[in-house]
């Protein structure tokens, strides 16, 4: 049962492990082998953009051995005179299986992008770009998956950015910066992913390993300032409470030392140490995924918004901290999707690729699988804020409560032949769903209010025909003197009105 479990958590954290991209570079079967030491010790070749002599060297052996590899299948080599012989010592194959691709420093063989066998006619702008500008990229897919996740990382600052110029209430705008960190930490992470995929050199790998371990810890700082409610205030006033600078800005310190730590352990070594940093990245993951998965337990024991409280929380922002986010499930998308997908890296097969390229391996299709991720996870970022920022239900501005009327500025009066200030005319105001849906609720109270407002005029004409101009003219004047008072004073005047009219008629 024991050790049932420690291989259960061994398989986690080699999960968590690629996830991160913490897979450590060793000495491979195919750098080992007698065949490529020959090779790599007798070729001469020009020097390239990114590629110096001997890496170029070791390029142009690799495709020659892995095609001479697949060429001489076992089945069909046994009766080739040559292909026999070509595991043999001194053979052209020596120390490498036949029909089969193996690794070269911790690699596979892909082909790079060289646009430089193309012939003159008709691709000679592209032969001309290519020794100009075009870098050799060494892994061209996964090159170009890093970019594509740069963009949605791009995408999401941009909608991020966007929300802390127009939030309306002061936490929404300060949850967007704290999300901002984690978008500008993701761009930086994914570019130099495309750095390194371009050219696999010391110095690329070291800088891909850091950015990757700076975007797991920002996003580690992130979550617990969600969690905490560091971004909001927490007394009277713009400003956080002292308790709260001291709690964040300890924090960010503890993280900054412990990046600036774990770098210069890693790169004052002798030699890089894949285990420690594996190690490192397993750690960090486990407890983003952790802190979001408290948030998610928090919120969901919170009671849901009811339909009048859910209009209103569009007006009270601060209120929203008692009522469950309508998208406080969202997060749990990419942490179960993300493990999921590590199955990929896991299978880490051969490069595949059309018409007998080798560009597409296990790693690229792991970039390409995280770009819908990434989305995914910035339209809950997103919602989360406008959350915060009070921008209706879940972030739809058209859910907005509208501010009610004044009931104290009545100009219906002036219209209908009320004495209101000479040359003035009161511009005719529409209600509100707000107000008439308190006109509903409120019942024969919210009449009689109408009634001081002038919106009783219509109540002058009797059953048994219409009255004098004066009376209509005294009853709109009490109409208009209503319209300022109170529901009381309007209950009061209204009736005077009835009754002068009785006497009148009298």
């Not at 970022?381 to 915060?388: A, E, F, K, P, Q």
């Not at 769903?433 to 308190?438: G, S």
């Not at 024969?444 to 919106?455: C, E, K, S, Y």
Request: aromatic share 10%; proline share 6%.
């Amino acid at each position: 049962m024991v050790k049932r479990q420690r291989r259960r958590v061994a398989v986690l954290a080699a999960v968590l492990a690629v996830l991160v991209g913490a897979a450590g570079v060793q000495a491979s079967v195919g750098d080992r082998s007698p065949a490529y030491k020959r090779c790599t010790a007798s070729c001469r070749t020009q020097p390239s953009l990114l590629w110096s002599c001997p890496a170029a060297c070791q390029y142009s052996c690799q495709q020659h051995l892995t095609d001479l590899a697949l060429l001489h299948r076992p089945g069909r080599s046994a009766t080739d005179e040559a292909g026999a012989h070509l595991q043999d010592p001194g053979g052209q194959l020596e120390g490498l299986p036949l029909g089969e691709q193996v690794q070269f420093h911790g690699k596979w063989a892909f082909h790079r992008l060289d646009l430089s066998s193309l012939p003159l006619f008709p691709f000679l702008p592209l032969c001309l770009l290519d020794y100009l500008f075009i870098p050799r990229l060494q892994e061209p897919l996964s090159v170009l998956f890093s970019l594509a996740n740069l963009w949605a990382h791009y995408r999401g600052l941009t909608a991020l950015r966007i929300l802390a110029r127009t939030g309306r209430m002061t936490e929404g705008k300060r949850l967007a910066r704290v999300y901002e960190a984690y978008a500008w930490s993701g761009i930086n992470a994914w570019t130099w992913s495309a750095v390194f995929h371009t050219r696999d050199v010391d110095w690329t790998e070291r800088a891909d390993y850091f950015a990757a371990a700076a975007t797991m810890l920002v996003g580690l700082w992130g979550a617990l300032v969600r969690l905490q409610g560091w971004y909001a205030s927490a007394s009277k006033g713009a400003a956080l409470a002292p308790t709260q600078r001291r709690a964040a800005a300890l924090w960010t310190l503890a993280l900054a030392a412990l990046f600036v730590w774990h770098c210069a352990y890693l790169a004052l070594r002798p030699r890089f140490d894949y285990t420690y940093n594996m190690r490192f990245n397993v750690a960090v993951a486990l407890g983003t995924i952790a802190l979001w998965a408290a948030w998610v337990a928090r919120q969901a024991r919170l009671p849901s918004p009811s339909n009048f409280s859910r209009r209103q929380l569009s007006s009270y922002p601060s209120a929203r901290t008692r009522f469950r986010a309508p998208h406080y499930l969202a997060p749990l998308v990419p942490l179960v999707a993300l493990p999921s997908l590590s199955a990929l890296e896991l299978l880490d097969f051969a490069p595949v690729g059309p018409f007998g390229l080798r560009v597409l391996d296990a790693h690229a299709l792991w970039h390409a699988s995280t770009v819908p991720l990434v989305l995914a996870w910035y339209r809950f970022l997103v919602s989360d804020v406008r959350w915060i920022d009070g921008q209706g239900e879940g972030g739809d501005p058209s859910s907005v409560l509208p501010a009610a009327p004044s009931l104290s500025g009545a100009g219906g009066s002036s219209e209908h032949g009320g004495a209101g200030a000479p040359g003035l005319r009161a511009k005719p105001r529409s209600p509100s769903f707000f107000t008439l849906e308190r006109l509903q609720s409120e019942g024969r109270r919210m009449t009689h209010l109408g009634l001081g407002m002038g919106l009783g005029i219509l109540n002058l004409v009797g059953a048994s025909g219409s009255v004098s101009g004066p009376s209509a003219e005294g009853g709109g004047a009490q109409g208009a003197a209503g319209g300022g008072a109170s529901a009381a004073g309007a209950r009061r005047e209204g009736a005077a009105s009835e009754a002068d009219r009785d006497g009148r008629r009298d």
